[in-house]
């Protein structure tokens, strides 16, 4: 395509839009969101560390289209205080960390230090509209319950990439994206867990 026919086809498309989000929103945008929450759960006498990892799975199997679960043995002994996840850098120190670093970029993914459940989830059913959202999830046990560690990314492409992405670039300014399901998926992990007859308190949470 020469310079002209580009400029044209975009001015095109700028015109399509200009009265909904103007000319910026083709220009093509890849966005990535990270939030968290953290709970403290107290399962009580009757409910053990089991039942409330089987309640977080069965939650997010509900939400996402693919759910990867690591079922790991409690520490000993238990931890005085509620652990929290880290975020950490899988390539710190190797040659591919100093490339990262050197292009501006910065790859970290969750760890749960003692997790009696780690789940990795993603939900890819608005994939093609240049949308994907993934869960970490993880229970870790501490001598006074257990802590429930949930960590999401949203990502977004907008603009022209292609048709289907222009097209949701225009719908989200009407119906807005598929980020505003993360907080009910997490209240229905909240909410399986509490069906247990567990107690579930949040303590923190970003944003």
């Not at 001015?11 to 910026?24: F, Q, T």
């Not at 603009?159 to 119906?175: E, I, K, P, S």
């Not at 980020?179 to 579930?200: C, E, H, L, W, Y």
Request: with cysteine; aromatic share 6%.
């Amino acid at each position: 395509m020469t310079s002209a026919l580009r400029i044209a086809t975009r001015a095109i498309a700028c015109i399509a839009v200009l009265g909904l989000a103007g000319c910026a929103s083709t220009t093509p945008t890849r966005e990535v969101s990270s939030g968290y929450a953290i709970f403290d759960i107290k399962p009580g006498s009757e409910v053990g560390p089991g039942p409330i990892a089987q309640a977080v799975k069965v939650a997010l199997q509900k939400n996402m289209t693919k759910v990867q679960i690591l079922n790991g043995i409690p520490p000993s002994p238990l931890p005085e205080k509620a652990p929290r996840f880290q975020l950490v850098s899988p390539f710190k120190g190797s040659g591919l960390g100093a490339l990262a670093a050197a292009s501006g970029q910065s790859v970290q993914v969750p760890t749960c230090e003692g997790a009696i459940l780690t789940a990795s989830a993603y939900d890819g059913s608005m994939s093609r509209y240049g949308e994907g959202t993934t869960f970490f999830a993880c229970v870790m046990p501490y001598q006074g319950g257990l802590a429930l560690n949930i960590y999401t990314t949203f990502t977004k492409a907008s603009g022209a990439f292609n048709a289907a992405t222009l097209g949701a670039t225009l719908a989200r300014t009407v119906v807005g994206d598929t980020s505003q399901f993360i907080p009910r998926t997490i209240a229905d992990v909240v909410d399986s867990v509490k069906a247990t007859g567990a107690t579930v308190t949040m303590t923190e949470a970003y944003p």
